[in-house]
């Protein structure tokens, strides 16, 4: 390449090109996987700053993930540069939202310091909320509220209009549930992640100057993975392109695979509808996988009857077939992909990196990884929500959340006696009841509990010292001034002070003085002392995170962000954490991801575990008929097409869930697989066995059988106690029928069953 253009339009193919060097006006590129989608994008930010002579922050490319913004902002930044990759606005739609709302805080009448609530921290607003209606949680349980509320809000109905449309009893109920929960975050100075959406739709709606401020800096919008943007999303596009018109959107409908959480397929659908001067594009080349897999997927997704064909093809070599494996169990394909692997890793020299394990649900991961863990072989999984779930790790976030939002009484309340501190469940309940009666905030309450009526000399004595050490925190993170300082004014906040702590310091005293260090260091139920070494990494990523955030602010021309905007971006990130986050490709581990994480993502050795009826297509999906079948088959399809060299997909005949074996079969998708790009091996015990020889059963069947003679009293960690009935072997396992007291009799695979004799 010699000039600057041809290098942005290098190994690109024409119509890839076509849709780079596009400049104004919409596009749609429609185009199946692997055809260079997200290639497109990325080039199209460089090539409009580069190639055009856009001002970087006048571009907006949204992705589905934290990790594919991050994967695409280093792309950018290596074919431009660092400071101009970082000055383009290159996020996902909530982490933009979360942006766009702190920045415009003052417009919705929102504190700039505001919450945002995880799923955990819903349900304890939504438990409180029905607690306070007295609608019984048996009848109306708490999630599937949350669902229907969280459904509603995508669809930008707010609780009134909810209410409006409300007609019979269930809806009427959860109609008042709706506004009773919208009440309790307002009142925490919190949203849930739909909130993020919908107040940013509002916003837009109702300051036409902030949309033309923002349509004048977003000049040109970008949109990745368009098939799974839901209606409210699908407004915040339209409204940000308005005046422009300068929206590309790039998807493929055949991997929707979202409409559980909204998502619909319509918009990528009637994007020429919306857009009737749409310049469409259609890649038809496949870079990523070999023409057997490749066939092996088309085959399975043709028998979608809702989708328009597209033609797919590839210079890539034929590969060997997509390998179709029964095993007898969950603990056979383990092994058997453990040996796989290996083999692969020996024999073909390649890394473990290159590798993943896809499955349907988390639960499934843990015999795999179980595995992989005794074969010594290193792994990730995608779980990057998992160590934010931890409980000392949610208890420490949950003091940053009220450091930073006083009106977080859902956050304070959960921490308030945590670790003890002799503020027992009578106090908080009077706390609470004074807090109604009195019309004042919780956090106001806790500076003045002599005023509690019913609270004991040893609580308000309690209770005043957890206050002042909270106002000491305050204080240091210069949280505690006026506070009309604390409301955003465009996001403003006074310039840092020199005596300042910093970040890191804030949260290492945080852990300290709440003595939840002090808790766990003595926790005798933690005896590798995990949960220390846990909030110690804690305090390493927020020092992580200032560096960074120090780094980006100097880009945005601000030299001294002030701690809480610190705070305030740490807290925004922890609670926008996604599962494929922690994901590192170059780590050199295989990577263990459910389906719906893997979405864009690609591997050269791609496992799909679990391709049985009942988990792909899903149980729960059967009650959508053919809608709910036909999103399955585009889940699986999005399974096979992340495999770029050799694709496996097993299944077995029993598989224990919860403890209890049942019998199952192989999904009916494999059966609509096309035969000369499969080939179909049966290595159970009941099978032909095609691997006999390799194939080595775990061996400790036999010593198991004479270990639970009949009549043996047992404890099972699910039913409880009961009495060995009969214990059969069959093969390598020793079954065993079971009396439980409470729970029956059940059909167990001793081998995993956990029985203990008691
Ligand atoms: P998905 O639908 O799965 O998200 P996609 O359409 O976004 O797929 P990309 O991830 O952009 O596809 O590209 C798939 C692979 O093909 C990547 O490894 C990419 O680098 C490679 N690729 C794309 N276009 C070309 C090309 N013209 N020449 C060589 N490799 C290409
Ligand atoms: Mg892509």
Known sequence: PTTVEDALLDGLTPPQREAVTHVDGPMLVLAGPGSGKTRVITRRVAYLVRGVGIAPWNVLAITFTNKA??????????????????????????????????????????????????????????KQALNDLEINPKNFPPNSMLHTISNAKNELVDAEA??????????????????????????????????????????????????????????????????????????????????????????????????????????????????????????????????????????????????????????????????LVTMQDERQEAHWLVERFRDLHVNEKLAWGEMAVFYRMNSLSRVVEDALRDAGMPYQIARGTAFYDRAEIKDAV???????????EVNLLRIINTPTRGIGNQSIKAMQAHSLASNRAVDDIIRDPMSVPGLSNRAQNAVAKFAKMVDEWRTAAGLNEAPDLLLGQQGLSPAASDDEISLRELVERVITESTLEEHYRKDKSDPDQ???????????????????????????????????????????????VSDVDSVDQGEGAVTLMTLHAAKGLEFPIVAMVGVEDGLLPHQRSQNE????????????????????????????????????????????????????????????????????????????????????PPGTRVRHPQFGIGRIITVARSGSHTRARVEFNAAGVKTLILQYARLEKV
């Open 69 to 126: 913004a991050g994967e695409m902002r280093e792309r950018v930044s290596e074919l431009l540069s660092e400071r101009e990759a970082r000055a383009a606005t290159i996020a996902t739609f909530h982490s933009l939202c979360a942006r766009l709302l702190r920045r415009y805080a003052d417009r919705l009448g929102l504190p700039a310091g505001y919450s945002i609530y995880d799923s955990s921290d819903q349900q304890r607003a939504m």
């Open 162 to 323: 909810f209410a409006q449309t409300a007609g019979d009893f269930y809806n009427r109920t959860v109609a008042k549930v709706y506004k009773k929960y919208t009440q309790i975050l307002t009142r925490n100075h919190a949203l849930d992640f739909d909130d993020l959406l919908l107040k940013t739709v509002q916003l837009l709606k109702q300051h036409p100057e902030v949309l033309a401020e923002l349509r004048e800096r977003y000049q040109y919008v970008l949109i990745d993975e368009y098939q799974d943007t839901n209606h409210a999303q699908f407004m915040l596009a339209n409204a940000l392109a308005s005046g422009h018109q300068n929206l590309c959107a790039t998807g493929d409908p055949d991997q929707s695979i979202y409409g559980w959480r909204g998502a619909n397929i319509r918009n990528i659908l009637e994007f020429e509808q919306h857009y009737p001067n749409a310049k469409v594009v259609r890649l038809e080349q496949n870079y990523r996988s070999t023409k057997k897999i490749l066939a092996a997927a088309d085959g399975l997704i043709r028998n979608n009857s809702a989708r328009k064909h597209k033609q797919l093809f590839t210079d890539n070599d034929d590969g060997d077939p997509v390998q």
């Open 398 to 408: 949950a003091y940053l959340r009220v450091i930073a939002n006083p009106a977080d």
């Open 530 to 576: 995990e949960r220390l070494a846990n909030l110690g990494e804690l305090i390493s990523s927020a020092q992580q995170f200032e560096e960074d955030y120090l780094n980006e602010a100097a880009e945005d021309g601000n030299d001294a962000p002030t701690l809480r905007d610190k705070l305030l971006a740490l807290l925004e990130r922890i609670s926008l």
């Open 625 to 708: 008929g053919e809608k709910g079948e036909e999103e399955e088959r585009r889940l699986c399809f999005v399974g096979m097409t992340r495999a770029m060299r050799r694709l496996y997909m097993t299944s077995t005949r029993y598989r224990t869930i919860f403890g209890q074996t049942m019998p199952v079969i192989p999904s009916r998708f494999l059966n609509e697989l096309p035969t000369d790009a499969i080939e179909v091996c049966d290595v159970s015990e009941d099978g032909d066995d095609p691997f006999g020889d390799d194939f080595e059963p775990h061996t400790s069947a036999r010593e198991q059988a004479g270990e639970f």
